[in-house]
């Protein structure tokens, strides 16, 4: 049975923006340390160890993370990508065939000016075309668009899905703070369904003058913004409209999926005389929704309620926050083989359901 990591991660580095048109060098990011006086470790009671470097873009400070191999469980060659048969090494370790890797740096809005934004995911995606070349299909990775230019977004996807991408990153609330399901998304949706890539919907930021990481890592900008964008989704209709694509919800746990199953029978059965939405009985299998779990999350009683044909499960791969765990994927398997899981839901959450999410076919198994 082939593995599947279904969220993993790079971190960008300078070779990142080798990638920039010409026309667009004005928007290279560049890399900026903040000196703590007097503290050679690098960190304070105010900035944190690794939190003091940044990425200076359009005139704004984005954090760099310098991360830690320890606490990591990777090398930054790995994390980096500068060396991609070490981390394909390290995937064989871990007993994973395919890691489905999303950006960091793009997590958060970028710039709230449309030509940097373009420039800088251009650039990017570009760059992470060319690891996946070198990776014989085992790299797959999640596409940044320019949202700001809907024309240029519906461009880029269709490179990306030539050049190994499975997915488009999206945040819950961006362009302008727009909800999931506002008609200004529908041509990205329309276009997915004909790319056959899925809209992935991360944990992580739209707002393009939120504060440096450190002061942004809360709930409400960027962990609820995910659940918004469930809710939205199916609030305002849209997997009725656009009935060939697929949403991931990634990053979050699953712990929320019970309390908005409850919350949208709720609005529906008592609402309907002011918003009427095509609820339907299996509200994730129906509606192509797939919830990326962890290993904290009750799931028995999870898809008791649901079914098990729509989960899927990351190891946060490069990061070390509240999501990391390199062992995840193992440790969901033990829990199959001794009995605490049924075993054949996890074997779905570690292969058909991540194939089916990202559109892995077998042959590129």
């Not at 490179?159 to 529908?186: N, T």
Request: aromatic share 8%.
């Amino acid at each position: 049975m082939p593995i599947i990591d279904s969220d993993t991660h790079v971190d960008e580095t300078d070779e990142t923006w080798e990638y920039l048109a010409d026309c667009d060098q004005q928007y290279r990011p560049v890399t900026v340390n903040q000196d703590i006086p007097g503290d050679p470790s690098g960190s304070s009671q105010s900035t944190p160890r690794g939190y003091n470097r940044y990425w200076l873009i359009d005139g704004k400070l984005r954090l760099r993370r310098i991360r830690d191999d320890i606490r990591t469980s990777t090398i930054q060659a790995q994390r980096e990508l500068t060396d991609v048969p070490a981390r394909l090494r390290h995937m064989d370790q871990l007993g994973v065939d395919i890691q489905v890797m999303y950006p960091t740096l793009f997590l958060t809005q970028v710039s709230g000016r449309p030509e940097v934004e373009l420039a800088l995911c251009k650039a990017y995606n570009r760059w992470m075309a060319s690891k996946w070349a070198q990776s014989d299909g085992r790299l797959r990775w999640v596409a940044p668009l320019p949202l700001l230019t809907m024309r240029e977004a519906l461009d880029e996807m269709a490179f990306a899905k030539e050049h190994g991408a499975c997915g488009v990153l999206r945040k819950g609330r961006e362009c302008g703070g727009r909800p999931a399901g506002d008609p200004y998304f529908l041509p990205l949706y329309q276009e997915a369904g004909k790319l056959d890539i899925p809209i992935c919907f991360h944990l992580g930021s739209g707002d393009p003058d939120l504060p440096d990481a450190v002061r942004g890592m809360g709930i409400l900008e960027m962990i609820l913004p995910v659940v918004d964008a469930f809710h939205s989704l199916l609030t305002f209709n849209i997997p009725t409209q656009v009935q060939d694509v697929r949403f991931g919800f990634i990053e979050t746990t699953a712990s929320w999926v019970p309390y908005m199953v409850t919350e949208l029978n709720r609005t529906h059965g008592r609402m309907a005389w002011m918003r009427s939405f095509d609820l339907r009985q299996d509200i994730l299998a129906e509606n192509r929704l797939y919830v990326s779990c962890d290993n904290f999350d009750d799931m028995s009683h999870i898809m008791g309620l649901t079914g098990d044909d729509n989960f899927v499960i990351g190891s946060d791969y490069g990061h070390a926050d509240m999501s990391a765990e390199i062992d995840a994927l193992a440790i969901l398997q033990r829990k199959g083989q001794e009995g605490e899981l049924n075993k054949a839901s996890v074997a779905k959450i570690l292969d058909n359901n991540a194939r089916t999410l990202y559109g892995i076919k077998d042959t590129q198994l």
